[in-house]
């Protein structure tokens, strides 16, 4: 178990008010997890993603895999 507290980030596309997310990656190494939220409700619910599952996600998303984004 670790004592580490997300460090929350919202990507850079963001500023734009839209509907984003805000990813932790500080806990990939201690804990094998990338909590993810709602950036506009920071004391909403999070989900816990495995590390290699969020991976594939994300390399899908780059590779177009869910068409226009």
Known sequence: MTTEDPQWFTSSYSSNGGDCIAVAGNLV???GVVP???SKNPSGPILGFPAGSFASFVASVKA???GAV
């Open 64 to 66: 177009g895999e869910f």
């Open 29 to 31: 190494a201690s804990c």
């Open 36 to 38: 993810v939220r709602d």
